[in-house]
């Protein structure tokens, strides 16, 4: 499968990429992991928008989600006329908070385009992909995913403060997209994100074979946040970088 980043700045867009979002793609098939502020630009470069098969979101903070409001208003309006309604995979209260985020009561426009399953932990099948979702730790109810296709295992944490879980979803991956949202100095408040060496110890204890790490929030240090995941972790390791493509 490939694994293209259309966004991986923390919390807020930065100045070089904007929130999170991720195009998976494996045998024609689209799935966009999040599709937070700005993301939705991103996009565009690497697809028709019209051409997704299936959105997976991990949580209900904005810089995972918001851009689902701009992207129906691009879906609605097209020249081309609407296509069948892109199927969205999130936690209960997906839909509401997007309504609410795009046009005041009678909410009716967003079911136009999206149809909406709630992800709950357990395991299910998204075109040629196997998706498995876990809870993990942070102040809203949040997930991490596993998606296996073709051999291969590609883990997305989502936002996590330390989890057990995270470790056992990503147990032996090919690779891990882990979120290090913060250096350990000066110590960040505890329950909301990983640091990068909490992310380092997380890829070593569960085996990831390759680790790519995300969320980087644009007052932290990249750098830091990079050397220090690495004391712990010995193997691949890389920074996201929007617009980077890997091959899984
Ligand atoms: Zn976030
Ligand atoms: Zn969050």
Avoid: K
């Amino acid at each position: 499968m490939r694994l293209t980043v259309l966004g991986c700045s923390g919390t807020y867009p930065g100045p070089d990429s904007p929130c999170s979002g991720y195009l998976v793609e494996h045998e024609g098939f689209r799935l966009v992991l999040e599709l937070g502020n700005g993301a939705l630009g991103q996009l565009q470069r690497h697809c028709d928008i019209r051409d997704v098969d299936a959105v997976w979101v991990s949580h209900l903070h904005p810089d995972h989600c918001l851009d689902l409001v701009a992207w129906s208003y691009a879906l609605r309006y097209h020249p081309q006329g609407q296509r069948p309604p892109v199927p969205v995979h999130g936690p209960d209260g997906l839909a509401a908070r997007l309504a609410a985020a795009c046009e005041a009561p009678p909410l009716d426009g967003l079911a136009e385009v999206f149809v909406h399953t709630t992800v709950s932990p357990g395991t299910m099948t998204l075109g040629p992909f196997e998706v498995t979702t876990a809870r993990v730790a942070h102040p809203v109810e949040a997930h991490a995913v596993r998606l296996t296709a073709g051999g291969r295992s590609l883990v997305y944490s989502g936002d996590t403060a330390a989890s057990q879980a995270l470790v056992e979803l990503a147990r032996d991956c090919d690779l891990l997209l882990c979120e290090a949202s913060w250096a350990s100095e000066p110590a960040p408040p505890p329950g909301i994100h990983l640091t990068g060496r909490e992310a380092g110890d997380h890829a070593a204890r569960a085996g990831a074979r390759r680790v790519v790490l995300t969320h980087v929030m644009p007052v932290t240090d990249p750098q830091a946040v990079l050397a220090e995941a690495r004391e712990g972790y010995t193997g691949a390791m890389h920074l996201a970088r929007c617009g980077d493509v890997f091959e899984v």
